[in-house]
């Protein structure tokens, strides 16, 4: 089973940028399929962006669409989440999750489809 232990996060002003960080131990990234959730306060988890193991495949949230970028480095074992343009709103724990998959360019948005999963950064955004 892969590990996983995400940076990056901390405090910026509304419109600013960050980049998260993924990092898995344990065996190879190749083959995960791997997304990025995220939880603020009082509230469900979410959805924010996902990619297929080989990085040809992403998917969005639409409320981050445009703003988030994700991609991966298989080489180096690590996901990315660059963060453009943040809002208040982006204020959560951001979490970053796997699952082994055969498929080349499947993605999964779901909290459901991952079983690997590390332990959140915060992210705080002021207005």
């Known amino acids: 089973q892969v590990q996983l232990v995400e940076s990056g996060g901390g405090l910026v002003q509304a419109g600013g940028s960050l980049r998260l960080s993924c990092a898995a131990s344990?065996?190879?990234?190749?083959?995960?399929?791997t997304g990025w959730f995220r939880q603020a306060a009082g509230k469900e988890r979410e959805f924010v962006a996902a990619?297929?193991?080989?990085?040809?495949?992403?998917q969005y949230a639409d409320s981050v669409k445009g703003r988030f970028t994700i991609s991966r480095a298989n080489a180096r074992n690590t996901v990315y989440l660059q963060m453009n343009s943040l809002k208040p709103e982006d204020t959560a724990v951001y979490y970053c999750?796997?699952?082994?998959?055969?498929?080349?360019?499947?993605?999964?948005?779901?909290?459901?489809?991952?079983?690997?999963w590390g332990q959140g950064t915060q992210v705080t955004v002021s207005s």
């Open positions: 999750a796997a699952r082994y998959t055969d498929s080349y360019s499947a993605t999964y948005r779901s909290s459901d489809d991952y079983n690997a």
């Open positions: 344990g065996r190879t990234f190749n083959k995960y399929g």
């Open positions: 990619i297929s193991w080989t990085g040809s495949t992403t």
